[in-house]
């Protein structure tokens, strides 16, 4: 999974990225319009991550065999429910979403712990965690929680950057 997958590195860095526009949209455009901002560009963070992966010459797909291919789609299946709580959060209380939301990234993030084996990702979703209740017992403005959620990653993607496994010559 680390070398098809550059570590994980482009997928936070792209997730980080959308956190960031929806910040910027939410302050800009409301948090209406930032809700679908986190919503669409995080269903675009694996194909863009791809891609990504892909430019940096590696596979970014593994042997069917891999058993990790199964953690990784379970882990998306809760993901995908855990969006759908956040957004009926969203339509009790709009500034639940982003605190909703950056829960289920970090919790997330401790499962790629696994499906990586690197000890950063139970950093990494530990901060984002941390950062989630901070942002959801201080109420937080909704940008700044959704802009908390995408420096903490995009400043996590360096670092895993920085200590990517090396591809066996």
């Known amino acids: ?28 455009l409301g948090i209406n319009k930032a809700v679908w901002t986190l919503l669409i560009g995080g269903a675009l963070i694996h194909p863009i991550g ?3 992966t892909k430019a940096a010459g590696r596979p970014a797909k593994t042997s069917k065999a891999n058993a990790l291919n199964q953690l990784a789609m379970a882990s998306t299946i809760w993901l995908i429910l855990c969006c759908a709580m956040a957004y009926g959060l969203f339509l009790l209380k709009p500034a639940l979403f982003f605190p ?22 139970w950093v990494l979703g530990a901060s984002l965690i941390v950062a989630a209740n ?36």
């Open 1 to 28: 999974m680390r070398l098809a997958y550059y570590d994980g590195a482009p997928g936070i860095l792209v997730s980080g990225l959308v956190w960031i526009a929806a910040a910027l949209v939410c302050d800009q």
């Open 50 to 52: 791809i891609i990504l």
């Open 100 to 121: 909703a939301m950056m829960a289920t990234i970090g919790s997330r993030y401790l499962i790629f712990a696994t499906i990586f084996g690197r000890p950063i990702f």
């Open 134 to 169: 901070l942002a959801f017992f201080l109420a937080a403005p909704p940008a700044f929680a959704a802009g908390l959620g995408g420096l903490i990653e995009v400043l996590f993607a360096f670092l895993v950057f920085s200590k990517v496994s090396k591809p066996a010559a």
